[in-house]
């Protein structure tokens, strides 16, 4: 089992920056990749962007060049720094990791963390 626990998140201005925080904790044979999805309100949850263990990087295209997404392999710790923040992307932020829970699984196991409230407003 995997727990997730992001951190980070609140009230930040337009234009202001924030960042994110989601450290892992348990057992799992090995990290596909990790990432951070988020859901407003009356909105399905869509993906903000994902890095994979190689350190491959995909940013949804409303976020590109104003958010970044980082690794800390030894911390367990994926981070999203949000910059140039805009009232859009006011959500539930959450933190995703996909693994594999032995050596040669073909299954992709999928986690989820509690996610955290960002809330873009003056």
């Known amino acids: 089992q995997v727990q997730l626990v992001e951190s980070g998140g609140g009230l930040v201005q337009p234009g202001g920056s924030l960042r994110l925080s989601c450290a892992a904790s348990?057992?799992?044979?090995?990290?596909?990749?990790m990432g951070w999805y988020r859901q407003a309100p009356g909105k399905e949850r869509e993906l903000v962007a994902t890095?994979?263990?190689?350190?491959?990087?995909n940013y949804a295209a409303s976020v590109k060049d104003r958010f970044t997404i980082s690794r800390d392999n030894a911390k367990n710790t994926v981070y999203l720094q949000t910059n140039s923040a805009k009232p859009e992307d006011t959500a539930v932020y959450y933190c995703?990791?996909?693994?594999?829970?032995?050596?040669?699984?073909?299954?992709?196991?999928?986690?989820w963390g509690q996610g955290t409230q960002v809330t873009v407003s003056s």
């Open positions: 995703n990791l996909k693994g594999r829970p032995w050596s040669g699984s073909r299954v992709v196991l999928n986690y």
């Open positions: 348990g057992s799992i044979f090995s990290i596909d990749a």
């Open positions: 890095i994979t263990s190689q350190d491959t990087t």
